[in-house]
């Protein structure tokens, strides 16, 4: 049995915790949902419901981001209709001079 199998997780401890809520602890989520049973995600900030915010733990957030389009297509991947979810919320996308926009 490979440390891949899902077989070799017993189901007593087939759970995984998560800490942090930003963009890598819900992809680590998500991943981890194929191997285990249950996945908790634990985030200290309140999130909100009807709007992006600031949180308070995650300073970086007032900071500009730039996700390369080989990352969105990733992401949509493991969430499929993440890209339309969210580009009305506030990201948009810029091509850069000189590239293809598909």
Do not use: Y
């Not at 194929?34 to 909100?48: G, H, K, M, N, W």
Request: net charge negative; glycine share 10%.
């Amino acid at each position: 049995m490979s440390d891949d199998d899902k077989d070799n997780h017993p189901e007593a401890h087939d759970h995984a915790v998560v800490l942090g809520a930003g963009v890598a602890g819900l992809l680590a989520a998500r991943v981890l949902a194929d191997r285990f049973a249950r996945v908790t995600l634990v985030e200290r900030d309140e999130l909100p419901e009807d709007a992006p915010a600031f949180r308070p733990g995650l300073p970086q957030s007032r900071h500009a981001h730039v996700l390369w389009s080989r990352g969105v297509a990733l992401i949509e991947e493991l969430l499929p209709g993440s890209r339309t979810g969210c580009w009305p919320a506030g990201p948009c996308c810029w091509t850069p001079p000189g590239t293809s926009s598909g």
